[in-house]
């Protein structure tokens, strides 16, 4: 039986569903915007698939579309946010989802910015190494390396404050 390359794009992806959501849920700390930013990735994916030379490397290859939607998405909202602010229509704060497993470690993590925020999850979520992260991110082993290393100091003083709140 020959199957054609849409129908095993569509098997690799399915395949990848899970543990994509929990990585964009880990990046996006929202249900909903993990899921929607898994389904921009399934399309970009579908539509792109013919720039993945090896098809033995889509996961990581997928891996890298799904981490790229969320650091979009977490910058559009964050301009989404700035723009509220300055025209004194700022939302309330009030979470409707489900709440986070820690609030505290959510709030750390929503402080980083999106590139900070890929590296931890990444470090910390999926185990990577740094070698595995720069190669997923497409950056240096250096740059994850600081990164990871001011991201985590940034993470420790909000969960420093943090505790001085409670």
């Given at each position: 039986?020959v199957?054609?390359?849409?129908?095993m794009?569509?098997?690799?992806?399915?395949?990848e569903?899970?543990r994509?959501?929990r990585?964009?849920?880990?990046?996006?700390?929202?249900d909903?915007e993990?899921?929607?930013?898994?389904?921009?990735a399934?399309l970009i994916a579908?539509?792109k698939?013919n720039?993945?030379?090896d098809?033995?490397?889509f996961?990581?290859?997928f891996e890298?579309?799904v981490i790229?939607?969320?650091?979009?998405?977490?910058?559009?909202?964050?301009?989404q946010r700035?723009r509220a602010?300055?025209?004194k229509?700022?939302?309330?704060?009030?979470r409707?989802?489900?709440?986070?497993v820690?609030?505290n470690?959510?709030?750390?993590l929503?402080?980083?910015?999106?590139?900070h925020?890929a590296?931890v999850?990444?470090?910390?979520?999926?185990?990577?190494?740094?070698?595995e992260i720069?190669?997923?991110l497409?950056l240096?082993?250096?740059?994850?390396?600081?990164?990871?290393?001011?991201?985590?100091k940034?993470?420790?003083?909000?969960?420093?404050?943090?505790d001085?709140?409670?």
């Open positions: 039986m199957v054609d390359r849409r129908e794009l569509a098997r690799r992806i399915e395949r569903l899970d994509a959501y990585l964009a849920r880990a990046i996006m700390l929202d909903r993990a899921e929607d930013a898994v389904q921009d399934c579908w539509q698939n720039s993945l030379r098809a033995d490397l996961s990581p290859w890298r579309v790229n939607v969320c650091r979009d998405r977490l910058r559009r909202r964050q301009r700035v602010l300055a025209l229509a700022a939302a309330t704060g009030d409707t989802a489900p709440g986070p820690d609030d470690l959510d709030e750390a929503a402080a980083l910015d999106a590139d925020r590296v999850v990444l470090r910390y979520w999926r185990d990577l190494t740094a070698e720069a190669d997923r497409g240096p082993v250096g740059t994850v390396k600081s990164r990871l290393h001011y991201s985590l940034k993470m420790r003083a909000t969960l420093e404050a943090t001085g709140r409670a």
